[in-house]
């Protein structure tokens, strides 16, 4: 039996270039949920996801990250963290579900898409790579320094393997 999920996962689809099924929409929100509990955050959480597509996802990363060029995943924390561990306010607990708003991901499909045939992988995967690696980031992990990126992605990496997307797997 499945553990129940500890994060409300909620889905905003803009965009029409790829589809976005029941599986898929379970997939990333499993992906989500596991990064959560292997970073033990200590409450219920929410978090919510927005597909786009090219032109939105470049328009976002330009105004929030100056960077004029279309990215696959952008992440939006609502909280601060110091030494790994959130800083916490009354503010930040919903006092109607005592979830905490961990933080907004942009997901660019059509860009998921094509990573998925670059890297020679399913879609599956790929999308739940973009969903762990954008959770991993609402939880106040980055990639800036070298040991900050292998802590990251080793992370992403056992995430997708509890799912069954290990690198090593080959999808249909």
Request: with cysteine.
């Amino acid at each position: 039996m499945r553990e129940k999920p500890d994060v409300l996962v909620t889905f905003e689809n803009r965009q029409r270039t790829v589809a976005f099924p029941r599986e898929s929409r379970a997939l990333v929100a499993a992906a989500i949920d596991a990064c959560v509990k292997a970073c033990r955050f200590p409450r219920p959480a929410s978090v919510h996801v927005t597909l786009v597509g090219n032109r939105a996802i470049r328009a976002l990363n330009r105004s929030h990250r100056g960077k004029d060029a279309v990215t696959d995943v952008l992440s939006f924390p609502s909280l601060s963290w110091c030494s790994g561990k959130p800083v916490l306010t009354a503010g930040d607990i919903d006092p109607e579900t005592g979830r905490c708003f961990l933080g907004d991901l942009v997901v660019c499909m059509p860009r998921m898409r094509l990573q998925a045939v670059d890297y020679g992988h399913g879609e599956a995967r790929e999308l739940a790579f973009l969903a762990a690696h954008g959770a991993l980031h609402l939880l106040g992990l980055d990639h800036e320094r070298p040991e900050e990126e292998a802590d990251m992605f080793a992370r992403q990496e056992a995430v997708l393997a509890g799912l069954g997307l290990s690198r090593e797997r080959t999808e249909p």
